[in-house]
């Protein structure tokens, strides 16, 4: 399946490089719908793509969540026009704006979308939670942004960064609730 209406960094393509913040968008996406997740399917004009993929605006059916502006508002996909099935262009336009401004997931990892995993803008000197500049001092439970290990424990008070990817066994605690996600 393709959400419509978003561009998420390149990950799967033989033909392309892993692009920076791809892997976080990924495990993002899987940690908001796991397998088995019901999920409400909703169309635009068209059904499916030239690879026969199946093009769809996604709705958790639990809360409702609209899945596709979720991915932008976090940082996890850019916004990106798919016509005719534009039906959302605009608000996701409005989205994609405000993340970038807010400078979250992809947009502080790597400075957008398109960007190769390796190399300048990659994310390879990230900012801690603390606001300095460090290469390797970040847990490797919060991957996506750079929080340095327990001790001290730090609280969501303590960090910038808001709705993250947590991975286990998530020293800090961020993940109250064991959705995957830090500091909502």
Same mark, same amino acid.
């Not at 892997?23 to 796991?34: I, K, Q, V, Y």
């Not at 989205?95 to 990659?122: H, K, M, Y």
């Given at each position: 399946?393709?959400?419509?209406?978003?561009?998420?960094? /390149?990950? =799967?393509?033989?033909r392309?490089?892993?692009?920076? &913040?791809?892997? /976080?968008? #990924?495990?993002?996406? @899987?940690?908001?719908?796991?397998?088995?997740?019901?999920?409400?399917?909703? *169309?635009?004009?068209q059904?499916?793509?030239? *690879?026969?993929? @199946?093009? +769809?605006y996604l *709705?958790?059916?639990?809360?409702?969540l &609209?899945?596709n502006a +979720?991915? !932008? !508002? /976090?940082?996890? @996909?850019?916004a990106?026009?798919?016509?005719?099935?534009? %039906?959302?262009a605009?608000? &996701?336009? %409005?989205?994609?704006?405000?993340?970038? /401004?807010?400078?979250?997931?992809?947009? +502080?990892?790597?400075?957008?979308?398109?960007?190769?995993? #390796?190399? +300048?803008g990659?994310?390879s000197? $990230?900012? $801690?939670?603390?606001?300095?500049? #460090?290469?390797?001092d970040?847990?490797?439970?919060y991957?996506?942004?750079?929080?340095?290990? @327990?001790p001290?424990?730090?609280?969501c008070?303590?960090?910038t960064? =808001?709705?993250?990817?947590?991975?286990?066994?998530?020293p800090?605690? &961020?993940?109250?609730?064991?959705?995957?996600?830090?500091?909502?």
């Amino acid at each position: 399946m393709r959400l419509i209406g978003i561009d998420t960094p /390149e990950t =799967k393509d033989p033909r392309t490089v892993v692009e920076c &913040f791809g892997r /976080e968008a #990924s495990n993002h996406l @899987a940690a908001l719908l796991p397998i088995g997740t019901p999920v409400r399917v909703v *169309y635009d004009v068209q059904r499916t793509d030239r *690879y026969n993929r @199946a093009l +769809a605006y996604l *709705y958790r059916s639990s809360d409702a969540l &609209f899945i596709n502006a +979720a991915m !932008i !508002i /976090e940082g996890y @996909a850019a916004a990106y026009r798919y016509p005719p099935d534009v %039906a959302n262009a605009d608000w &996701f336009s %409005a989205l994609d704006r405000q993340a970038r /401004e807010a400078n979250v997931g992809l947009w +502080a990892a790597c400075g957008g979308i398109n960007t190769p995993a #390796s190399g +300048a803008g990659s994310g390879s000197t $990230t900012t $801690t939670a603390g606001g300095t500049s #460090s290469g390797t001092d970040c847990s490797p439970s919060y991957p996506g942004v750079c929080i340095p290990p @327990a001790p001290p424990d730090l609280d969501c008070g303590d960090v910038t960064y =808001k709705r993250f990817v947590v991975l286990p066994p998530d020293p800090h605690n &961020f993940d109250g609730n064991g959705d995957g996600i830090g500091c909502l």
